[in-house]
Structures are given as structure tokens and as C-alpha cells.
């Protein structure tokens, strides 16, 4: 873990829309001030007016998200919502400077004062602690623009969260604009210089993951967790019989067996839009569950109907006296609670199954991931930025996962996907993002 200096803490700011911008925010609370992150839309004292406008968002957000589901009325209805946060085709190379549709009217709000309570709540805390001005980390876009709007003295940040960004990340005037970005990808660097932001402004750190699941610089809790993980991913040697001097310059040896039992994780959005997904899967590797070969655990989130749904249908399948056992449920009543289980878990899992959310980052802690349908525009790149990497599979039919998924596993291709993802991924976005803020460079 990162041992902080009072100098180096900041202010980080995220939003509860979804998982995707508090689980980015949540690694980053070792460089917080009291080690605390700031929600901007549900803060002790908000205002009532913005804490309207941001339910107004998220209530859209969420709708949109599960009715996508109903064929042909939903998948339309969020095809033209996607178009307002579509990433463009990279190529051919132009000047995409020119603000989209979807940020004018988010300014506009701004403009008309949403979030000047949060930034004006935020400096007199600072001068009341009698600090210099701290660098305002923001993971989603709003309020690093609300920063700058209302005038924060600090340096303003933005850690983006997906494998390449929309328009509606950068600031109306790019080239006025002091706001700063910690970038995930080298596609998203040149993507944002796409967007006229300053290449000195753009920072290539990768992705914040979960120190828990790290360790230190040297990476000694990961690596452990990795090969335990490849043990029961090449429970044959085909992977290691080719590879097992790849294996040893980047881990080690092997332990002769693994410390837990092979173990898929299934993780649903924050919306919930993909929990059918889960019971049919319980559905196709019943067998193999009964038979204790293989454990799955289901990411439920902090919804409680989420659990009671796959408690309900566990049970219909006949599976009720495999929940602790070999079928277990990660839920919470707070994120950051959800948070710790998920990562706590995420240690003994050997495959990661979601849709391409900033999970996929996920992979550089030797995850391989099977593919669940996008939902959006950045899934999109995601999905695709995965494949490249190849530590990634999408998923097939799910009636017949018990077939597909024990062919790649016979053939070693996952413990090949987990290594592929550990080696290229970037791992240490934290200690990056750490280094700039406290004035240092990275390699």
C-alpha cells in the first residue's frame, strides 16, 4: 500500500452512476484527503437542486440500461441515446476539436450554477484546514469541469475509465482548459490530442487498480495470487509444457497446487441489467457444481433484489445447498463495502466474466475475461481493446457453456489469456497517478 505524506493528499471525487466511476475512484482513496472519496452527487449537504439534477441523470442512465432488454422499442430507444456519447472511428486522423451535443446542455446546467456548492464546499474546507490548494482528482467528467467552472485554485484531474473516450470528456475550449488527464491507454493519449487537449495535460498511467490486489511496486501479492490462479488454468500442462520458461521469468514457480478450487466470477452491472445472464450459466455448469469441480461466484453489487433473484433462482435449480459453498453471492449495502468484498474475492478467482466495463482493465491483474454484450459506445472499444490485448474471449451460447467453456480450459487457452493480460496490462496506475500529483515522472 502507498504510505502517504500529508503534502501529497487530494481531493478524489467520483459519482454514483453506475459502478464504473466509483470503482475507479475507490483505489485512488490511498491518495485522499482522510482517506475519503467525495460523491458528487449524494455529499453531505448537497444541495436540493443538485442532488435533482444528478438523480435526474442516473434515474435515465439506469432506465436505459434494463430497457435495452425489450426487443426492438428498447435496443432503438438506446441506440439514440448511445449516439450522444459515441466515440468516433480513429481514422482517419483528424481535428475532432469541436464539441458534441450531449456537453452543451450539461454546461449549460453548470453554467446556471450545478455543482458550485460541491467546489465552493470543497475550497473553504481547504482554507478552513489552512492547506495550500490540493489536486482535485475527478473520475467522471462533470465534476472536473464544475472545478474549473467555479473557479478551484489547484490543479484539476481526470482519470478516464474506459480503452478510448468520447468527445464529452474535454472541456468545451480544449485549448483554454486547465483541466489534466490520467489516461488508461495509449489510445486514449492520442485520442484526447485528437480532441485538442495539450499533450503536456495528458498523463499515460494506466488504469487505478485496487492496491489490495497488488501489494507494493514489486506487485508480491498479485504475483502470488497468479500462480495459484495459472495452476488450476493449466490443470493439464499444456500451457506451462510450452510456455514454463515465460512462467518462471515473470512469476516463479508454481505451487503444486492451487489454494482454492477453479473459480469462475460472474459480475453483473450496476443497473442489474445482466442478471438473467447469471442463472443461465448456474443452469448449463449445474453439473459441474454439484460435482464440486468448479465454484462460481455471483457479483450482485448493492442492489438487494439482484441477490434475492439469483437466491430465488438458485433454488429452482436445484442448487440451494451449494450457496457458501461452491455458489457464492458478493453483495453489499454500501459500494465501498461491495468494493472490498469484490476485490477480496477477486483473489481467488481464476476468470472474470462481465461486459466490457472498466473491468476490462481488470486483466492486468492476470484475469482473463469472457465477454458479456456491450452496453454503450466505450463497451465497444473495450470489448475490441481486450481482444487485441487477447486475454479475453466472448462469451457463446450460454446453454451450452459447459461445452465451450471446458474446451478452452482443456486447451489452456485461459491460463495463456491470464498471462497475456499480467504482461501487457498496465499495472500500476495508482503509484503513476501517485508520482505525477506529487510532481514526480514515471518510466
Request: proline share 4%; with cysteine.
Amino acid at each position: 500500500m502507498i504510505k502517504n505524506k500529508k503534502e501529497n493528499y487530494s481531493w478524489v471525487v467520483g459519482v454514483d452512476m453506475g459502478y464504473g466511476h466509483q470503482r475507479t475512484a475507490y483505489p485512488l482513496r490511498e491518495l485522499a484527503l482522510g482517506g475519503r472519496v467525495i460523491n458528487a452527487n449524494h455529499y453531505s449537504g448537497i444541495s436540493e437542486k443538485d442532488r435533482r439534477i444528478w438523480k435526474n441523470i442516473r434515474v435515465v442512465y439506469e432506465f436505459l440500461s434494463n430497457f435495452k432488454k425489450i426487443p426492438f422499442i428498447g435496443e432503438a430507444l438506446f441506440a439514440f441515446f448511445d449516439k450522444f456519447q459515441k466515440i468516433m472511428d480513429f481514422y482517419p486522423k483528424r481535428d475532432l476539436s469541436a464539441s458534441n451535443f450531449q456537453l452543451g446542455p450539461l454546461m449549460f446546467l453548470v453554467r446556471k450554477g450545478w455543482g458550485k456548492h460541491l467546489i465552493e464546499k470543497i475550497i473553504l474546507d481547504m482554507k478552513g484546514s489552512g492547506g495550500k490548494p490540493r489536486p482535485f482528482i475527478s473520475t467522471f467528467f462533470m465534476p472536473a469541469f464544475m472545478a474549473e467552472q467555479f473557479n478551484y485554485p489547484g490543479e484539476i484531474f481526470c482519470v478516464i475509465c474506459d480503452a478510448d473516450v468520447s468527445r464529452t470528456w474535454v472541456a468545451l475550449d480544449p485549448y483554454k482548459s486547465k483541466i489534466k488527464y490520467f489516461a488508461p491507454t495509449q489510445r486514449v493519449v492520442e485520442r484526447l490530442q485528437l480532441y485538442g487537449v495539450n499533450k503536456e495535460k495528458i498523463f499515460l498511467t494506466g488504469y487505478p487498480l485496487p492496491l489490495e490486489n497488488i501489494g507494493s511496486e514489486k506487485m508480491e501479492i498479485l504475483k502470488n495470487d497468479l500462480r495459484n490462479r495459472i495452476k488450476n488454468l493449466d490443470f493439464n500442462g499444456v500451457y506451462s509444457k510450452q510456455y514454463g520458461t515465460l512462467i518462471k521469468k515473470y512469476l516463479g514457480k508454481l505451487p503444486q497446487k492451487s489454494d482454492h478450487p477453479l473459480t469462475i466470477m460472474f459480475s453483473v452491472g450496476g443497473a442489474g441489467a445482466q442478471r438473467e445472464m447469471g442463472v443461465k450459466i448456474l443452469k448449463s455448469l449445474a453439473s459441474k457444481i454439484k460435482e464440486e469441480k468448479l465454484r462460481i461466484i455471483l457479483s450482485a453489487g448493492t442492489k438487494s433484489y439482484i441477490r434475492e433473484y439469483f437466491i430465488k433462482n438458485i433454488e429452482k435449480i436445484g442448487l440451494a445447498g451449494y450457496i457458501n459453498g461452491h455458489i457464492k453471492i458478493i453483495s453489499a449495502d454500501s459500494t465501498e463495502e461491495y468494493f472490498k468484498q469484490f476485490n477480496e474475492a477477486l483473489r481467488t478467482t481464476d476468470i472474470l466474466w462481465t461486459k466490457p466495463s472498466e473491468l476490462s482493465f481488470y486483466t492486468a491483474l492476470g484475469l482473463p475475461i469472457i465477454i458479456s454484450p456491450t452496453v454503450g459506445s466505450q463497451e465497444d472499444f473495450n470489448r475490441e481493446w481486450l481482444l487485441k490485448l487477447g486475454s479475453a474471449v466472448p462469451q457463446e451460447k450460454l446453454k451450452y457453456t459447459d461445452q465451450w467453456l471446458c474446451d478452452l480450459l482443456n486447451s489452456g487457452w485461459f491460463a495463456e489469456a491470464a498471462m497475456q493480460g499480467f504482461i501487457e496490462g498496465e499495472k500500476k496506475g495508482v503509484f503513476n497517478i501517485k508520482k505525477i500529483i506529487s510532481g514526480k515522472n514515471i518510466k
